[in-house]
């Protein structure tokens, strides 16, 4: 009885294997074939899809993305990720100073939610904080400008002994997002014809808002 019972598991152990090699030949597994659609990364370059779940691929620096505040943008050229000098700051990059200049230029990113009862213009003015004053900077100095398709409210920090800090803004939704351009030593920030968008910190700034994506 032993035997037979043997003999029918050994027949179907067999049959079994038969069958699936016999299926893995005729039907061999075909790789996923994802759809020939494309991301485009904030710096401009194509990502396609891959792997099993056909996921598009991580865009390549210097694009990075910052998925707490939910924006990817391209990093201006020569600045890197440095530690952010305050606890609110969601993220800072800096361009160090070189042999032939002494200035240096950072960016300063940090979020600030927009309360209930309150507004992003409101949450703009309690926190657009002049140094070194340390008071609220006037209305009257407020100035906005479209980049890409977002319109930024543009404040000016700081300026003083050398140091020229300008915030943009950008409301959506329940926060604002405000984005610094700070550059130090700079010589001649007394002129008051200065072009502060000549900068360094203040040009990559714009060149990063403009490839600045939202998700």
């Keep these: ?21 016999r299926n893995a030949v005729e039907h061999p597994m075909q790789p996923t074939a994802c759809s020939l659609d494309t991301f485009l990364c904030p710096d401009g370059a194509s990502v396609s899809r891959g792997g099993p779940s056909c996921t ?25 990720s440095v530690t952010p000098p305050d606890s609110i700051d969601v993220a800072a990059y800096a361009l160090p100073p070189t042999s032939s200049s ?4 950072s960016i300063t990113i940090r979020r600030y939610q927009i309360e209930a009862s309150s507004t992003a213009l409101a949450t703009i003015q309690q926190t657009a ?17 479209v980049i890409g398709n977002r319109r930024f409210t543009i404040v000016p920090i700081e300026r003083f002994e050398g140091v020229i800090d300008t915030a943009y803004y950008l409301a959506r939704g329940t926060e604002v997002l405000r984005l610094d351009a700070i550059d130090r030593n700079v ?6 014809n200065l072009d502060v968008s000549t900068l360094s910190a203040h040009k990559a700034l714009e060149g990063l808002l403009g490839t600045l994506q939202e998700h």
């Design 1 to 21: 009885m032993k035997s037979l019972l043997l003999g029918i598991t050994l027949i179907l152990i067999i049959g079994i294997g038969g069958f699936m090699y």
């Design 56 to 80: 598009f691929s991580v865009c390549p620096p210097p694009n990075v993305s910052l998925a707490s505040i939910d924006i990817s943008f391209a990093v201006p050229a020569g600045f890197v």
């Design 102 to 105: 002494t200035s240096i230029a």
């Design 129 to 145: 904080i002049g140094s070194p004053s340390d008071i609220p900077v006037s209305i009257t100095s407020f100035s906005s400008t």
């Design 187 to 192: 010589t001649n920030w007394t002129d008051p």
